[in-house]
């Protein structure tokens, strides 16, 4: 995207192209869906065949059943997205859902069992996120 131009969204204004390589081994694709930067290492690890434990808070993108849900944080505002709603959090109590595939400038927002399973994994996410920075516990 083109910042200044309207089609700069909320959704695509955190949209980084990823490339993994491996010279010996051939990469099986990664399904579309949301993947974070919290996703990478472990995604490296698994390309690498790492078998031991390791503490990260993102998944392999070659992991079944991943979760389908990306958090970000930018000027006060939290964000969970899934594959077609995005909520948007002030970080108290005031959240907003929309479904961005229909309103891609998020103007009407939407309500729903998905929206608030949303905010409770959102909320969830910072709560453990927030844990494990105090307590240095990865």
């Known amino acids: 995207p ?5 089609s700069v969204t909320r959704i695509n204004m955190y949209e980084i192209p990823v490339m993994l390589y491996h010279p010996t081994r051939e990469i099986a694709p990664a399904r579309a869906t949301v993947v974070q930067q ?7 690890l698994d390309l690498l065949g790492y078998g031991k434990p390791f503490a990260a ?3 392999s993108i ?3 059943n991943r979760p389908e849900l990306g958090f970000q944080y930018l000027a006060g505002l939290f964000q969970a997205v899934s594959p077609e709603r995005i909520l948007v959090l002030d970080g108290h109590k ?3 859902c929309y479904d961005y595939r229909l309103d891609p400038q998020l103007r009407s927002a ?3 069992p998905e929206c ?3 905010e409770k994994q959102l909320h969830s ?3 453990v996120y927030r844990n494990r920075l105090l307590v240095n516990n990865w």
């Open 2 to 6: 083109v910042f200044g131009d309207d």
């Open 38 to 44: 919290i996703d990478l290492l472990p995604s490296v």
């Open 57 to 59: 808070m993102g998944n």
């Open 116 to 118: 608030r399973e949303m």
């Open 62 to 64: 070659w992991q079944e």
């Open 110 to 112: 939407v309500s729903g």
């Open 125 to 127: 996410f910072i709560t």
């Open 94 to 96: 005031s959240a907003s």
